[in-house]
DNA sequence: TTTACTGCAAAGGGTTTGCAACATG
DNA sequence: CATGTTGCAAACCCTTTGCAGTAAA
């Protein structure tokens, strides 16, 4: 894991620092995408310049995904790439925390058809999807 | 149309102004969700600080929805409850472009019931999903 | 030992807001 | 005519950036 994360930085002429390993760590300590602040929280040696400049190169480099929500801030979590774990979201319209599910394998298969000739009829190169579930979390409900 | 909206707003205690009636057409004249910069250029009499505000009021009396990407700005687009019409997005990653796509009702059918049993699965209420494709639009591909 | 990285503080930039004049119902 | 709305400019707040010192390879 922070292997792989040490390689893709590599590639890029950029190292891995201790900063960077405690950003990756927070990450993968986490259940679903998290915002900076929730970083800087979890991790009170780490500067807050710091962990916006590592999370864009670790982006560039592929090790993790930006995601955008309603939320005032940006969320991030480690790359597909590297879990082997293709997921989408629950968002709480209520108070707005982000967690991870994966739907079933088929139905994943269905929908990537779908959308793929979906895309062909609008003259559109599909090349993924974002599925979002909205609604409430177990506490808001 | 704009008498849905005039009615959306009165039960708010708000009134359906000439700039409000600009900037709900100009998200009708548009073919998928438009960007504040795109509304002023559409229509240079409106002032930027006023479209946010009635941007922010339209979406609270349930007339617009606020569309987060990737992009600098976010987008808006009329509530799918006044155009009858549920839809999804093509997201170009390379000139961040976002247009309407519908998928067929019975995806869609497939994909909503297959969203609430994995929702009940994880203790979470679902009331909607978005889903959108990314890729390259017919003049980035 | 070279060059990338860190942390601070200051600057950017999309969005929000205070206020006095104005328009709507 | 009472009250919600407008437009300007200033404030806000998340994010980015300049710079001098530090640490990775």
New interface residues.
């Given amino acids: 894991m922070h292997d792989d994360v040490a390689e893709l930085l590599r590639s890029g002429d950029h190292r891995y620092t201790n900063g960077r390993r405690r950003v990756v760590s927070a990450l993968q300590a986490s259940d679903g995408p998290v915002t900076i602040p929730q970083i800087l929280e979890l991790d009170g040696s780490l500067a807050q310049s710091s962990v916006y400049r590592n999370l864009s190169i670790l982006e560039e480099v592929g090790a993790v995904s ?1 995601i ?3 939320d005032d801030h940006a969320r991030y979590e480690l790359a597909e790439a590297l879990t082997d774990h293709h997921h989408h979201h ?1 968002i ?2 209520s108070c707005g925390s982000v ?1 991870d ?1 994966e ?2 394998e088929q ?1 994943e298969r ?2 990537d058809e ?2 793929h000739r ?2 062909q009829s ?17 506490d808001c ?1």
Same sequence: chains 1, 2.
């Fill in positions: 930006r955008v929500t309603h629950l709480c319209s967690s599910v739907l079933t139905l269905t929908i779908a959308l979906t895309g609008y003259n559109f190169r599909v090349d993924g999807h974002r599925l979002d579930l909205v609604g409430a979390c177990a409900a």
